[in-house]
C-alpha cells in the first residue's frame, strides 16, 4: 500500500479523508497548523486501523510551510503515492472594507500553496512515472461570491490543466467540487448553516468516498453528489448576469 499526504487534515472533510484513506490500508501523512489535533487524530488512526501517520505542522499561508509540504510530497526516499491539496477556509469578510491581509492569506492557502505543492508532485510523480494529486475546489467555483468563489474557480482550471499536461506520464489529476457540508468551515466563518435545509448537504463520507472513487477512475473533475451535479450543469446554461444575481457577493450565507 502507499502514502497520502493530506492537507487540512485536523477537521472535516480532511479528516474524512484521512480516515478512509488508513481504513483501505494507506499510511499517511497529515498535514495542519495545529499540532495537538494532528497528533491527536494521528494516535487515534494508528490505533484503530494500525496504518503509520506522519504529521507535518506548516501554515500553508507562509511560503516556507508550503515549500516544505511540497518538498516532502516530492520525497523520494519515502515516497508519496497521492497527495489531498484540501486545506482552506472561508474569509468571513466582504471585499469592501475587509482587511487585506485576510484575503492575502487566504490567496496564499487556497491558491499559490496548491501551486506550489502540486508543482513539486508533479515533478516528482511524473518522473517516477505514477501517482495522483486530488485538489479540493467547491461548487462555489461556478458562482460569482467574491475571492472565495475566485480562488476555487482557479483550483478547478488549474486542475483541468494539469491533468492534461500530466497525460502519458501515468499520474493523474483530479479536482473535486463538492456543495454544501457539515464540517468547522461554516463555524469558523461565523456563518449559520442551520440556515440551509438539511437536504442541501452531502454527507462528508460521501463527499470523501466519491471523490476518492473518481481518483482511482482518473476522472478529472468529480461533483461527489448528484443533486449538485444537476445544479452545476444549471448554472452552466445560465446567463452569467443570472449567476451574480442569485449566487454573487452577499450570498454566502454570512450574517
Ligand atoms: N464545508 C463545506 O461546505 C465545503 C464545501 C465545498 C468546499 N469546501 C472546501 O473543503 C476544504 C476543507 O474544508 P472543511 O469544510 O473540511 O473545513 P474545516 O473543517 O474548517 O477544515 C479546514 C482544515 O484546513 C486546515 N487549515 C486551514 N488553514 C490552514 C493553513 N493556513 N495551513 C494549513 N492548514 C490549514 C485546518 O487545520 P488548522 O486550523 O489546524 O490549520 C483544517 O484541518 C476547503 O478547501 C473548503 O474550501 C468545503
Known amino acids: 500500500m502507499g502514502t497520502a499526504l493530506i492537507t487540512g487534515a485536523t477537521s472535516g472533510i480532511g479528516k474524512e479523508f484521512a480516515w478512509q484513506l488508513a481504513a483501505e490500508g494507506n499510511d499517511l501523512v497529515i498535514v495542519a497548523r495545529t499540532e495537538s489535533a494532528l497528533n491527536d487524530l494521528a494516535e487515534k488512526i494508528t490505533n484503530f486501523t494500525g496504518q503509520r501517520v506522519e504529521?507535518?505542522?506548516?501554515?500553508?499561508?507562509?511560503?516556507?510551510?508550503?515549500?516544505?509540504?511540497?518538498?516532502?510530497?516530492?520525497?523520494?526516499?519515502?515516497?508519496?503515492?497521492?497527495?489531498?491539496?484540501?486545506?482552506?477556509?472561508?474569509?468571513?469578510?466582504?471585499f469592501l472594507g475587509g482587511m487585506l491581509d485576510r484575503e492575502l492569506g487566504a490567496l496564499d492557502v487556497m491558491v499559490r500553496a496548491i501551486l506550489v505543492i502540486c508543482h513539486e508532485a508533479a515533478n516528482a510523480f511524473a518522473a517516477r512515472g505514477y501517482g495522483a494529486i486530488l485538489n479540493v475546489s467547491s461548487m462555489t467555483s461556478l458562482t460569482a461570491q467574491g475571492t472565495y468563489s475566485a480562488h476555487k474557480a482557479w483550483v478547478r482550471t488549474f486542475t483541468e490543466g494539469l491533468s492534461e499536461t500530466l497525460k502519458g506520464t501515468g499520474v493523474v489529476a483530479t479536482v473535486s467540487c463538492p456543495g454544501l457540508v457539515h464540517t468547522d468551515f461554516h463555524n469558523r466563518t461565523n456563518v449559520d448553516s442551520s440556515q440551509w435545509p438539511e437536504i442541501a448537504f452531502t454527507p462528508v463520507h460521501k463527499?470523501?468516498?466519491?471523490?476518492?472513487?473518481?481518483?482511482?477512475?482518473?476522472?478529472?473533475?468529480?461533483t461527489p453528489s448528484p443533486k449538485y451535479t444537476v445544479a452545476a450543469g444549471a448554472i452552466r446554461m445560465l446567463p452569467r448576469w443570472v449567476v451574480r444575481k442569485v449566487a454573487g457577493p452577499g450570498r454566502s450565507g454570512r450574517q
Do not use: H, Y
Request: hydrophobic share 45%; net charge positive; glycine share 14%.
Open 55 to 94: 504529521t507535518l505542522v506548516a501554515d500553508l499561508g507562509t511560503e516556507s510551510g508550503a515549500r516544505a509540504v511540497g518538498m516532502r510530497a516530492a520525497s523520494v526516499d519515502k515516497p508519496i503515492g497521492l497527495v489531498v491539496n484540501n486545506a482552506g477556509f472561508g474569509l468571513g469578510q466582504d
Open 207 to 222: 463527499v470523501v468516498s466519491r471523490s476518492l472513487d473518481a481518483v482511482r477512475r482518473g476522472q478529472v473533475i468529480i
